[in-house]
């Protein structure tokens, strides 16, 4: 199993900031460590209990930026990290800008989406 790290540009009201994030397949929101979400005057907006992955549950701020990766940009939901928390491009994210991690490239590529018909026919 390889590690998957994307340079992305996430920026606040008080600025931007350049991060490196692992992509975690398995990480629900992005996770921003507490010098960049601080260095760019990200606040809380909700409190939310998360479950590592030895089953141990913490409590974290959750807020929202905009995030530039090289294969698109958006609004998203971040957790605010505490010391030693890690930089994680979660799968929110990867959704919201139309992206899927490859397991077997360890890339990521853009996802096939589908769209079903809304209201009928458009056609006459």
């Known amino acids: 199993m390889g590690i998957t790290v994307v340079e992305g540009v996430v920026t ?3 600025g931007s900031a350049t991060v490196r994030l692992l992509v975690d397949s398995g990480a629900i929101y992005t996770s921003l460590p507490d010098s960049i ?7 809380p907006r909700r409190s939310q209990t998360f479950t590592l992955a ?3 549950g913490i409590e974290r701020q959750v807020s929202e930026c905009h995030i530039r990766l090289p294969h698109g ?3 998203t939901p971040v957790i605010l990290g505490q010391p030693g928390d890690a930089a994680l491009l979660g799968i929110v994210t990867l959704e ?3 992206l899927v991690l490859n397991p077997l490239t360890r890339e990521l590529q853009p996802m096939h989406m589908r769209l079903s018909a809304i209201g009928g026919s458009t056609r006459g």
Request: proline share 5%.
């Open 12 to 14: 606040g009201p008080q």
């Open 54 to 56: 030895d089953g141990t």
């Open 96 to 98: 919201m800008l139309g």
């Open 73 to 75: 940009e958006g609004h």
């Open 37 to 43: 979400w601080q260095a760019i005057g990200l606040t």
